[in-house]
């Protein structure tokens, strides 16, 4: 096997673990006492462990899944010199997406990785990350909406991608830095339809199920009720 291949390959294997490590998952339990699979909306990440042990730990989450998801990409471009296989080296945050939406060390569950998602953009690119997030924020302070105005952002930026000046990437060229976002939007919205696993909500319509899952990320549109549906009953993973 060429050695470049070779690395490359241990290097999507690191990334895969380093998104697998369940940051949030731990801290709930290490400060909290806490299972968050059976509190809250029972997803095992930041939001759902901010509303469970307190706001304060949101900050800390995204700076942690931000480095996590640019840290894998950066050091195969600049420590590794992967930089000669661009499609390959932009893969690898993709890896590290997979492994926290389904992590081993949770029996392949996981959280939804846009926190990892958007480390990989920001490794890329910071200027086009710092854009999209700006946008973000506009379209959340205009409806009050996070996941659907999400949702909106990480549609379009594909295609914002590929107008992006080439000389703002750090790392790959703007069809890559595109087929990265597209591919990283296509994993989270498989994460947000199959959840963690098992059968539909048997009590729910199939459709609205589906429905909210994509544009709301939930099961159902109140927030609130869905912040509260597992409490302290047991859940099956």
């Known amino acids: 096997m060429p050695a470049p291949l070779l690395t490359i390959i241990l290097l999507w294997a690191v990334a895969y673990l380093i998104g697998a490590i369940p940051i949030s998952y731990l801290l709930g339990q290490a400060f909290g006492g806490i299972d968050l699979r059976r509190h809250g909306s029972g997803n095992v990440g930041g939001s759902n462990l901010a509303s469970q042990i307190g706001k304060r730990w949101f900050p800390a989450i995204i700076a942690i899944d931000l480095t996590r998801g640019a840290a894998p990409i950066l050091a195969g471009h600049y420590a590794l010199g992967l930089n000669e296989h661009p499609w390959l080296l932009m893969l690898t945050p993709l890896f590290t997406l997979a492994g ?138």
């Open 100 to 237: 926290n939406a389904w992590s081993p060390f949770l029996r392949f569950t996981g959280g939804r990785s846009v926190g990892v998602w958007a480390g990989g953009l920001t490794g890329i690119s910071p200027p086009l990350f710092l854009a999209a997030l700006l946008t973000y924020l506009c379209a959340w302070f205009a409806t009050r909406r996070s996941a659907e105005s999400l949702l909106a952002v990480m549609l379009l930026l594909p295609l914002v991608c590929l107008a992006w000046p080439e000389g703002w990437m750090l790392v790959v060229s703007p069809p890559q830095y595109a087929v990265y976002a597209a591919a990283g939007v296509a994993l989270i919205l498989l994460k947000r339809l199959v959840s963690n696993g098992g059968p539909l909500p048997a009590d729910l319509p199939r459709r609205s199920v589906i429905l909210n899952r994509l544009l709301r990320d939930r099961d159902i549109a109140d927030r609130r009720q869905w912040l509260a549906r597992v409490g302290d009953r047991p859940r099956e993973f």
